[in-house]
């Protein structure tokens, strides 16, 4: 064998091992590369080419699949919204459990592997976590650069000032005369929650349980979102006076939706295997339980109907589709749609299945493990099994384990020394820290410190 020969049967073997380890693992979702967007605006990987269009590095784009890359492309001004997204949901998945063994920690990205390490191959609370508070990221920060003008494809959400204008029925108030009225610029969640679903549940087609987990917890982070919007007003009137107040919708502060969703994880509900993982198709369109089916029941919950602002395929065709166009189609039997002249264009028809098909993978209902506990609702973190102790360093699972860890020795919650080390022990030392202290504000504009030095006391883990 000469040497061009073998340098053929080399390159061939390491372009195979390389593409086999760039494919997802069957018992992650499909969807969660997306993750290492966040990464993006590290140097090197991202450079503005011109004002809205940003040039990403292959090996972070390649993370994206190709519908994604569509909607990035699209939508321009949406990439440094996803990318702010991401790093937002790791920063608070990172307060959030900054003192338990696991404390949402990341690995270096490289291409092919996941930003939160293994811990996602497993279908345990801290995954479904990730999955709600990315997806609830997304949306968060999807909404509010369309209110700031960052994206070109959408605006503010002007829906409200359509509605009529609001009076108080208190005592002492004047008949007729508006308290307030809607106006400003609201938070655009009708886009950030659509967004959300076509970006974060791509690749998720519900097809077995674990992608089921990952829908329902991606559509929890959402409603979490959606539900904290408030009303913010401006007063208006002569020296002051509040005679009419301008009110707006706006997106709460992205650390309440944290705390939400980590109230979720301590009481998160596990689901029940099914016997198959092929699902029946008319299973979903029927409205009744699939007797064959253990951990899985007919569609009792429509995300639709519990989130408003959930675009149904109908919705989103007739927003688009001339009205006599979708007047010829609704005057024609169904069953003669696709044959007639007169029907629906067939790029329209089979885009209405399309959608349908899409909005279906979001109408099932999981059962829990436990007969006696209640369904989990839409806002619920779901899990199939348990999650490892994260005492010990597990390379096969990516876990560091905790040795090294500070921890509380006053503390007899999870950040104290007897949980967070495990029974191991732990090492107190005495160090000495240099603050900045007694600082003063000097004007105009200056603030002055001084330099401290104390000694500050640190317990770490064995």
Known sequence: MDLSTMLYVYLLVMCTYATTESKPKPGRGRGSMWWGIAKVGEPNNISPLSSGIMYMDPAIHSTLRRKQRRLVRDNPGVLSALVKGANLAISECQHQFRNRRWNCSTRNFLRGKNLFGKIVDRGCRETGFIYAITSAAVTHSIARACSEGSIESCTCDYSHQSRSPQTSHQAGSVAGVRDWEWGGCSDNIGFGFKFS??????????????????????????????????????????????????????????????????????????????????????????SSANTNTIGISGPAISPNAASPNAFSADRMLNDHTPDHILKTYSSKPPSNTINSSNSLPRSLVRNRVRQRKKNNRYNFQLKPQNPEHKAPGPKDIVYLEQSPSFCEKNLRLGIQGTHGRQCNDTS???????????????????????????????????????????????????
Do not use: P
């Not at 603050?435 to 317990?459: D, G, L, Q, S, Y």
């Open 197 to 286: 679903r076509d970006f974060v549940d791509t690749g998720e087609r519900g097809r077995n349980l674990r992608e089921k987990m990952n829908l329902h917890n991606n559509e929890a982070g959402r409603n979490h979102v959606q539900s904290e919007m408030r009303q913010e007003c401006k007063c208006h009137g002569m020296s002051g006076s509040c005679t009419v107040k301008t009110c707006w919708m706006r997106l709460s502060n992205f650390r309440v939706i944290g705390d939400n969703l980590k109230d979720r994880f301590d009481g998160a509900s596990r689901v029940m295997m099914t016997n198959s993982l092929r699902q029946n198709r008319n299973s979903l369109q029927s």
């Open 412 to 462: 007899i919650g999870v950040d104290g020394c007897d949980l967070m080390c495990c029974g191991r022990g732990y090492r107190t030392q005495v160090i000495d820290v240099i603050e900045r202290c007694a600082c003063t504000f000097h004007w105009c504009c200056e603030v002055k410190c001084k330099t401290c030095r104390m000694k500050k006391t640190i317990h770490t883990c064995l």
